[in-house]
C-alpha cells in the first residue's frame, strides 16, 4: 500500500519501478477490454466480484484491502473501490515509424489537458502519442483517468527534445506540423491525408520560436474575434477530426472513382 | 471577505446577490478588455497597481486585503493576487432569438467541463449558450475560470427544462441537433451554415431518449474502434468548428460566383 501510494504521486516512482496506476473500475473494464498487461489489482471491500474474477483471469494478482486503506491511497477527493497496478510500456520512438499520423505533446504541463490530447488523439485516428520537452508524465494518475483508457490504446512514447523527436519522424516520412493560436493556415486548408505530426505546446506560452522553426507548416484554427485561444486538448481535437474528416473524403472519392 | 468566500463557494449565494467571482488577473484583464460591468475587486499584498487602476477606472470599487486573507477565500489551491466581483447577468432566453447560431447544455454536471464548452463555442463563433436541465451553474469560479473570459463575450442564458428551450428555439427558426456518441450522422454531413442550436448532453449518460425525441437532427463524431466516447468539451468544439468551416467555405464559394 505505501508502493500504490508512492506510484499514485510521484513520476520518479513510476520510474523507477516500471509500473503505474489506473483507479476506478472503469478504467479496469478498458484496460481488460484492451488486453494491456495487468500486474496487480487492489479492491476495497464493495469492489465488484465479477470484475476482480475478471482480472485474476487475465493474470492480475489480486489483493484485498481493509475499509479506509483506499482512501489514504486514492488520488481522487471520492476514491475508487479498486485500483489497477500495471507495467509501463516504454516504447521507444522508433515504435512509430510506420504511425499514420502522431501528436507530438511539447511542454504541456496540465494532466488532465495531456489525458484529453491522448483521448481525443486516439478517438480521430491517430496512431502515436509523443511527450517530449516539459510535458507532464503521461502515465500521471490524472492523465490516465482523463484519457478515459486511450492510454491502453493508444502508443505512447516519451522523448527529451523535440528537435530530435522531429529529426526522426521527418525521417520517416512525416510532414511536421504545429498549432498555433493565430499566424498559420486554417486546418482545412492544409493537407492532412498525408503522414504528419502535428506539435500542440505548453497550454499558456504555447510553442516557442526555437520549436517553431523546425515544422515546415504552422496550422491555426481560426477564432472570433477577441477570442483568447482554446483549450489545447480541444484545439488538438479540432485539428485531428479535421484530419478524419479529410481523410473520410479522400476514401470517399476514391471509393466514387473505383465505382465509375 | 465573508461574503466573497460565500459568492465563491454557493450557487444559492451567487442567485440571491445576483453576483458572481472571478480569480486572478488574466481574467479581470478579460473583463476589462470585454467591458463588462465590475462591481468591486479585492487584491491580496503583491496584485499589480496598474491594473487594479484600470479597475477603479472601469467604475469598480477596490478593497485592498491583508496578507493571508486571500488564502482563505480563493477557490484555487494556490490563490491568486486579485478577484473581482461582478454583477451577474440574467438573459431571458428570447436574447438569443436572432443568433446565428448557440449551444444547449442539457446536465453538463463539471464546472470545467462547462467552461470549456463556452471557451470552444465563443471561439468558434456561436453566439450564445444555454445552460438547462441539471448543469453547473455557468457562474461557478471554476467554470468562469475555465472560459478563459469567454462568459465575458458570450450571452449565457440559464433554464430549465430542455424541452420549453428547444421549442422556443425552435419557434425562432433554429434548427435542433444534437450531439451523440453514435447513431448520427458526421457534422460534415449535417448542413451547419443555417440558424441551428446544437444540443450537448451529460458527461456520463449522454442526452436520455426524452431529449433525442425532441431534436431534428442526431450528430456523432465518426471515432476509431473502440474508443469510448469525447469529453463534452471536445466533442462541442469539433462540432462547432466544423460549422465556422463549413460557414467560411460558404463564404469563400460566394466570393466566388460574386466575382464570375
Known amino acids: 500500500v505505501v508502493r500504490l501510494r508512492r506510484l499514485v504521486g510521484r513520476r520518479s516512482v513510476r520510474a523507477a519501478e516500471v509500473a503505474y496506476v489506473a483507479e476506478g473500475p472503469k478504467l479496469l473494464i478498458e484496460a481488460l477490454e ?17 470484475l476482480l474474477a475478471k482480472a485474476v483471469a487475465a493474470g492480475a494478482r489480486v489483493f484485498a484491502l481493509a475499509e479506509g486503506v ?6 481522487t477527493v471520492a476514491p475508487q473501490p479498486v485500483m489497477a497496478v500495471l507495467p ?9 515509424s510506420r504511425a499514420a499520423w502522431v501528436v507530438v505533446c511539447a511542454g504541456v504541463r496540465d494532466p488532465g489537458n495531456a489525458g484529453t490530447v491522448l483521448r ?29 483508457g486511450a492510454i491502453f490504446r493508444i502508443p505512447v512514447c516519451s522523448a527529451g527534445s523535440l528537435e530530435s ?7 520517416w516520412g512525416f510532414c511536421r ?34 520549436h517553431l522553426a523546425t515544422v515546415e507548416e504552422l496550422v491555426s484554427i481560426p477564432m472570433a474575434a477577441e477570442s483568447e485561444s482554446l483549450n489545447v486538448g480541444v484545439a488538438t481535437g479540432v485539428i485531428c477530426f479535421e484530419a478524419a474528416r479529410q481523410r473520410r473524403a479522400q476514401l470517399r472519392s476514391r ?6
Do not use: C, I, Q, W
Not at 500486474?39 to 465479477?50: C, H, I, M, N, W
Not at 509501463?88 to 512509430?96: E, V
Not at 523527436?165 to 525521417?171: E, I, K, N, Y
Open 177 to 210: 506540423l504545429a498549432a498555433v493560436a493565430r499566424g498559420g493556415r486554417a486546418p482545412e486548408e492544409v493537407d492532412l491525408t498525408a503522414r504528419f505530426a502535428l506539435v500542440v505546446g505548453n497550454e499558456a506560452h504555447g510553442l516557442g520560436p526555437r
Open 120 to 148: 481525443a488523439a486516439r478517438a480521430a485516428g491517430a496512431e502515436g502519442v509523443v511527450f517530449a520537452e516539459t510535458s507532464v508524465d503521461p502515465y500521471n494518475p490524472k492523465t490516465v483517468r482523463a484519457s478515459a
Open 88 to 96: 509501463m510500456p516504454s516504447l521507444p520512438l522508433r515504435t512509430l
Open 34 to 50: 484492451a488486453g494491456v498487461a495487468l500486474e496487480s489489482v487492489y479492491a476495497a471491500p464493495g469492489a465488484d466480484p465479477e
Open 255 to 260: 471509393e466514387r472513382v473505383g465505382r465509375a
Open 165 to 171: 523527436v522531429l529529426a526522426d519522424l521527418s525521417s
Open 70 to 75: 483506499m482512501e489514504r491511497v486514492a488520488d
